[in-house]
């Protein structure tokens, strides 16, 4: 249901820009004002997931898909491993939404609620009505942009110049989702991973677990070296806001680079990390790489995969520290999607290979770390087992 006024009418609802410009419409969430980075994604379908992903904390999201709402939300059902099956977090990450066209009327057969009432549930304003069209160009051509979401008598009002525009990005939003306590999903694998949490995804989980592996989830700032011996791989994963503010995963992951001698994989987030921890330095994306039809280009086999995305920074690859090369670039603006180092079982992507939503095209990436992680403790058990014959032993047993 809309907000609705004293009057029995929708409330009118606007964003406010830093630059100036308003885009007014009308609420359809929480009658609640909220500041935040505006930026947009391209994707077509996926807005629960991707309003629950941590990486979109402290943003405003648009969707340049017109309709949004018609398939509802779904509820809070876990899968056999304790992960959410339709959410990427127990919550609402993102600081509001804008949509051109709010679908009031919705019908999916995993639905229990309308994207309006769980806006409202979770205290997130929500616009539509909104021209989304004119709005990511401007955010295309002058980048993404601080605003707030105005709902109610104030909407209307052009008081940009007294408002206080905070910036998401000189928070550590990191330590905001991070889990706080070390937690274990599907304990009897037969591999144990170490998943550093910079804001990781449900599905993330579930791709490492589905996968017979061991998952234990620490949070981003803590010391894996001092129980590396615990582990069999290490993972990093994707998160929000800048990743200049994670000092301490970036000291603690160069000792790692130096003495875990063991697999290590990074997605989003992680593959900024990993990379600062090598020795590159990252740079602000003009309005960042968000949607499901975003073009990685290997650049080992000149393959181009077409991926999921949602990040604002990148990393400045013009120079590569020794022993490390670049893995992926993306094809539409050239920026970086990926390293690793060159003679050690060590990379990263800047895409998500999970998904939730978006194509499935690189989800072997799962595949390719845990066979190098059981080849690795294979060798280290001294059974010699190659990462091909990890690979052909994990075909046949699915087959």
């Known amino acids: 249901m809309p907000s609705i006024s004293a009057t029995n009418g929708p409330l009118p609802a606007s964003l406010k820009l830093k630059t100036g410009q308003i885009f007014t419409g009308t609420s359809f969430g929480a009658p609640v004002s909220s500041f935040g980075e505006a930026v947009f994604t391209t994707s077509l379908v996926g807005y629960p997931e991707s309003m629950t992903d941590p990486s979109y904390t402290g943003q405003i999201l648009v969707f340049t898909q ?75 051509d002058q980048g993404s942009t601080l605003a707030q979401i105005s709902v109610g008598d104030e909407a209307h009002i052009d008081n940009i110049a007294t408002l206080d525009f905070p910036n998401p990005n000189e928070e550590n939003l990191v330590a905001k989702v991070s889990t706080k306590v070390p937690l274990i999903y599907n304990p009897k694998g037969d ?32 010391d894996f070296n001092k129980v590396a011996d615990q582990f069999d791989g290490l993972f990093i994963s994707n998160g929000p806001g800048s990743p200049t503010t994670c000092t301490a995963t970036i000291e603690n992951l160069k000792i790692a680079l130096e003495t875990f001698n063991k697999p290590i994989f990074g997605i989003c987030m992680g593959n900024l990390l990993l990379g600062m921890s090598a020795g590159l ?49 993306n094809a539409n603006d050239g920026s970086n999607e990926g390293v690793q180092h060159e003679t050690k079982p060590i990379f990263s992507v800047q895409f998500h290979p999970e998904a939730k939503g978006g194509p499935q095209d690189t989800v072997y990436l799962f595949d390719t770390f845990l066979a190098h992680v059981r080849a690795g403790k294979s060798k280290n058990e001294g059974l010699h087992s190659t990462v091909e014959e ?10």
């Not at 990427?88 to 994207?115: F, M, P």
């Not at 740079?283 to 975003?294: A, D, E, I, T, W």
């Not at 990890?390 to 087959?399: D, F, I, L, R, W």
């Open 281 to 329: 330095d990252v740079y602000k994306l003009p309005f960042g790489n968000r949607g499901h039809n975003q073009p990685a280009l290997n650049v080992d086999t000149g393959l181009c995969y077409i991926t999921s995305q949602n990040h604002g920074y990148a990393l400045n690859d013009t120079a590569m520290p020794n022993g490390w090369k670049r893995l992926f670039v």
């Open 390 to 399: 990890v690979q052909k032993s994990a075909v046949s047993t699915t087959a």
């Open 66 to 140: 017109p309709l949004i709402g018609n398939y509802g939300v779904p509820g809070k059902i876990e899968d056999e491993f304790g992960l959410f099956k339709y959410f990427e977090s127990d919550r609402i990450q993102v600081q509001g939404i804008i949509v051109n066209d709010y679908a009031t009327n919705y019908s999916h057969w995993t639905a229990v609620e309308s994207l309006g009432e769980w806006c409202a549930r979770y205290n997130v304003p929500a616009i539509s009505g909104v021209d989304t069209r004119a709005l990511t160009q401007l955010l295309r």
């Open 191 to 222: 591999v144990k991973i170490a998943v550093i949490d910079c804001g990781v995804k449900q599905n993330i989980l579930r791709c490492l677990a589905t996968r017979g592996a061991s998952v234990t989830v620490l949070p981003f700032d803590y």
